[in-house]
């Protein structure tokens, strides 16, 4: 009985995933592309912010990605479903380009803090 019930469990498992008409993703390493962050509020919706633009650096799979944010270098693994096109890879990074980068919002490294006695 049981192996019935496994058998037909699989054999609907195999018809959905057949049926799923998912393309796969046509990023290409050295690609520009902005990232999705999802923005913590109070209300029960998930909200997402658009930052960038990134280079893709290093493809693992068909759907994972290794990015690198262009003013500080720092690489992260990002699955294709939180990316979208910025523009083509021939494009030109200008300081125009990285001032945008700086100021979008990614936040910001705290140094070191400076203590003040109220007396």
């Given at each position: 009985?049981?192996r019935?019930?496994?058998?037909?469990?699989?054999?609907?498992?195999?018809l959905?995933?057949?049926?799923?008409?998912?393309?796969?993703?046509?990023?290409?390493?050295?690609?520009?592309?902005?990232?999705?962050?999802v923005?913590?509020?109070?209300?029960?919706?998930?909200?997402?912010?658009?930052?960038?633009?990134?280079?893709?650096?290093?493809?693992?799979?068909?759907?994972?990605?290794?990015?690198?944010?262009?003013?500080?270098?720092?690489?992260?693994?990002?699955?294709?479903?939180?990316?979208?096109?910025?523009?083509?890879?021939?494009?030109?990074?200008?300081?125009?380009?990285?001032?945008?980068?700086?100021?979008?919002?990614?936040?910001?490294?705290?140094?070191?803090f400076?203590?003040?006695?109220?007396?």
């Amino acid at each position: 009985m049981h192996r019935a019930i496994n058998e037909n469990r699989e054999h609907r498992r195999n018809l959905q995933n057949n049926r799923r008409n998912g393309s796969k993703p046509n990023f290409s390493l050295g690609d520009f592309v902005l990232v999705s962050n999802v923005l913590k509020r109070s209300r029960p919706k998930l909200s997402v912010r658009w930052s960038g633009p990134h280079r893709i650096v290093e493809v693992f799979s068909d759907h994972i990605f290794a990015i690198q944010h262009l003013i500080t270098q720092a690489q992260t693994e990002v699955h294709s479903s939180r990316l979208r096109f910025y523009g083509d890879s021939s494009l030109n990074i200008s300081e125009d380009l990285c001032a945008q980068v700086a100021f979008d919002g990614d936040g910001y490294e705290i140094e070191r803090f400076c203590w003040m006695s109220l007396e």
